[in-house]
Nanobody, 123 residues
Framework: QVQLWESGGGLVQPGGSLRLSCVAS????????MAWDRQARGKQRELVAA???????NYADSVKGRFTISRDNAKNTVYLQMNSLKPEDTAVYYC?????????????????WGQGTQVTVSS
């Protein structure tokens, strides 16, 4: 089984910082893409940031210059460093992983999601 384990959410004041972490565990061959999505109350889920092997990270316009996505391949972990947080960043943040499941002989791509972690930005 493949599971995504998230941590780092919480309550923070405007202008503050948080770092979210997501660890992919289980049986898989390699990671193609890892990403963070978020869903605010009453709104659709949206992509926040994504990182793919061999490709520069991409970000939603609303978080450019404030958020940074990174990954530690040895630990199968993706991070989202969130600085200069604003109230509009309040949402449930979901870890997303596009994984190759199988082996070097044969593998298939599968998309996995974490359970989500609440980030609340309020004074």
């Amino acid at each position: 089984q493949v599971q995504l384990w998230e941590s780092g959410g919480g309550l923070v004041q405007p202008g503050g910082s948080l770092r979210l972490s997501c660890v992919a565990s289980g049986s898989f061959f390699s990671i193609n893409k890892m990403a963070w999505d978020r869903q605010a109350r009453g709104k659709q889920r949206e992509l926040v940031a994504a990182i793919t092997s061999g490709i520069s990270p991409n970000y939603a316009d609303s978080v450019k210059g404030r958020f940074t996505i990174s990954r530690d391949n040895a630990k199968n972990t993706v991070y989202l460093q969130m600085n200069s947080l604003k109230p509009e960043d309040t949402a449930v943040y979901y870890c997303n992983a596009d994984l190759f499941v199988g082996s070097s002989w044969y593998s298939e791509r599968h998309d996995y999601w974490g359970q989500g972690t609440q980030v609340t930005v309020s004074s």
